[in-house]
C-alpha cells in the first residue's frame, strides 16, 4: 500500500502560494450600488477634504469661543444673531466680537465661528439675541474640513472588504465607480455511493449529502463565486469528466471524499491525470485532514484540492488552506483571533499539526473587563454538529505534546 508522504499546513500554503500565488487575479470597476461585499483591488485616495467646511455636530449656535468665556447658567452671555443657517447652504457672514449664528447639525459654520454652543445651552431673548449659559472651548462641537480624511490621503487600502461603513466612505468622496477583485470561479464536487440529497430519506447504510452544502457555503462566505455544486458516486469516469469540465470553468475546484487508501480512492490518480501531473501535496500532517491533495493545473490555470470526505475535516482544510489563499492573493487581512485560555486538558495528536473546535465562553468584570475561556467541542471528523456548535477553532503545531487546562491560547474563526 502506498503511504501518504504528508506536509505540514504551513508547507502546504507555501506551496500553495508558490503554485498559484502567481496566478493573476482579474480586476473590474463595479457600480458603488453594487460592490458590497467584493474586495477593493487598489488603494483609494481622497480627491478632496472630507468635511469640506466647518461644520456643526449639534443644532446650536456658532459662536467665537473667547465670547464665551465664563457663561454659566447663573451669569449667561448675551451675543447678537447675525445669521440663520439653512442645512445644506453656505453661511454668508462673517462673526464679529458679541455675535453668533444659528446652525443646525450638519450645518456650515459663518467665517469667525471657532465653537457651537447647543441649542440647549441658549435662550432666546429678543428676535435677534440670545443668552449663551455654557462656556465653549475652539473646536468644540464643530468638524474642521479634512478632520475624517484630507485630500490625497489614503480613503480605504487595497484588500478591504467593502461593507455599509466602506461604501459610506467612498460615497462621501465621490468614487462612483468602485475597483475590486474579479471573485475566483469555485466548483464543488462531493464524492460517495453512500450519500443521498438532503431532503432524500436515506436507507441502510446511506447518510445525507453534507459537503457539497457546507462547502458551497464556505465558498460563498470566503467571497468566491460558485460556479457549481454537484454530488456524484464513486463513479472513476464520472468522477475524472466532472473534474475535468469543472477545470475548465473554475479557478479552484474542491472535491470531497475519495482521498484516502482504499479501494476506491481514485482522487490522487484522477486530479493527476486531469492536471498532467500536477499534484504536488497528497497528504497533511494533520488533525483532522490528512487526506488531503493539491494539484495544479497549469494549461487551465485552476488549482484542485482534494479534500477528505468527513465534513468536519473538509472544512478545516478549507479554512486553513484555500481561504487563506484567496485573502492572500487579494491583500486581505487576516480574521483576528481571540485570546483565551482552555478550560481543560487538550492532546495533540502525535507527528501532526491539530485543530480542535471550541467554544467560546465570555467572562466580563464590573469594571468592563472581559476574558474568554476557549471549551473544546470533542467529536469525530464525521460529525458536522462538532464544528456547527463551535465558535471557532485553536490549533496545535506538529511539535506539541498538548495544551493544559488554563494555557492561553489563539481563537480562530473558520472561513
Not at 487575479?25 to 478632496?48: H, K, N
Not at 453668533?100 to 441658549?122: I, N, Q, R, S
Not at 443668552?131 to 468638524?143: C, I, R
Not at 485560555?341 to 480542535?356: D, F, H, L, S
Request: hydrophobic fraction near 45%; proline fraction near 7%; glycine fraction near 10%.
Amino acid at each position: 500500500m502506498k503511504l501518504l508522504q504528508t506536509d505540514t499546513p504551513a508547507q502546504a500554503q507555501a506551496k500553495l502560494l508558490e503554485a498559484f500565488g502567481a496566478h493573476p487575479v482579474q480586476r473590474e470597476l463595479v457600480p458603488l450600488a453594487s460592490c458590497t461585499g467584493r474586495i477593493l483591488a487598489e488603494d483609494i485616495r481622497a480627491g478632496e477634504d472630507i468635511p469640506g467646511f466647518f461644520r456643526s455636530t449639534v443644532d446650536g449656535y456658532a459662536v467665537r469661543a473667547k465670547d464665551t468665556a465664563g457663561a454659566a447658567d447663573s451669569v449667561p452671555v448675551f451675543l447678537k444673531v447675525a445669521e440663520t443657517v439653512r442645512i445644506g447652504h453656505p453661511a454668508v457672514t462673517r462673526l464679529a466680537p458679541g455675535q453668533c449664528a444659528y446652525v443646525p447639525t450638519g450645518g456650515m459654520l459663518p467665517a469667525g465661528a471657532d465653537a457651537v454652543v447647543m441649542v440647549e445651552y441658549c435662550e432666546m431673548l429678543t428676535g435677534d439675541e440670545i443668552a449663551a449659559e455654557a462656556a465653549v472651548a475652539v473646536g468644540e462641537n464643530v468638524v474642521r474640513p479634512g478632520e475624517d480624511v484630507k485630500a490625497g490621503e489614503i480613503l480605504l487600502t487595497k484588500g478591504t472588504g467593502i461593507g455599509p461603513a466602506q461604501a459610506g466612505a467612498l460615497a462621501a468622496a465621490g468614487v462612483r465607480s468602485v475597483p475590486v477583485f474579479v471573485p475566483w470561479k469555485a466548483a464543488v464536487i462531493s464524492t460517495g455511493d453512500e450519500l443521498v440529497q438532503a431532503d432524500d430519506v436515506p436507507g441502510p447504510g446511506q447518510v445525507r449529502d453534507i459537503n457539497t452544502w457546507s462547502l458551497a457555503a464556505a465558498v460563498r462566505q470566503t467571497g468566491m463565486e460558485l460556479v457549481t455544486a454537484v454530488c456524484i458516486p464513486d463513479d472513476r469516469e464520472r468522477f475524472r469528466d466532472t473534474v475535468r469540465r469543472a477545470s475548465e470553468e473554475a479557478d479552484l475546484v474542491l472535491t470531497s471524499g475519495g482521498s484516502s487508501q482504499g479501494v476506491k480512492d481514485d482522487t490522487e490518480q484522477v486530479l493527476d491525470e486531469v492536471s498532467c501531473g500536477g499534484v504536488f501535496t497528497h497528504g497533511l500532517a494533520l488533525k483532522p485532514g490528512k487526506p488531503t491533495i493539491l494539484a495544479l493545473d497549469r494549461a487551465r490555470g485552476t488549482l484542485l484540492i482534494g479534500l477528505p470526505g468527513h465534513p468536519v475535516a473538509a472544512l478545516t482544510v478549507f479554512s486553513l488552506l484555500a481561504a487563506p489563499l484567496w485573502r492572500t492573493v487579494t491583500g486581505q487581512k487576516a480574521p483576528h483571533a481571540v485570546p483565551a485560555r482552555v478550560t481543560e486538558n487538550i492532546a495533540a495528536a502525535p507527528g501532526k499539526a491539530t485543530c480542535v473546535p471550541v467554544r467560546l465562553a465570555e467572562h466580563c468584570s464590573p469594571d468592563g473587563i472581559c476574558t474568554y475561556d476557549a471549551v473544546p467541542v470533542f467529536g469525530k471528523s464525521g460529525l458536522i454538529t462538532t464544528m456547527a456548535g463551535a465558535d471557532g477553532y485553536l490549533m496545535m503545531d506538529v511539535n506539541e505534546e498538548g495544551l493544559h487546562a488554563g494555557d492561553l491560547t489563539l481563537v480562530h474563526a473558520f472561513a
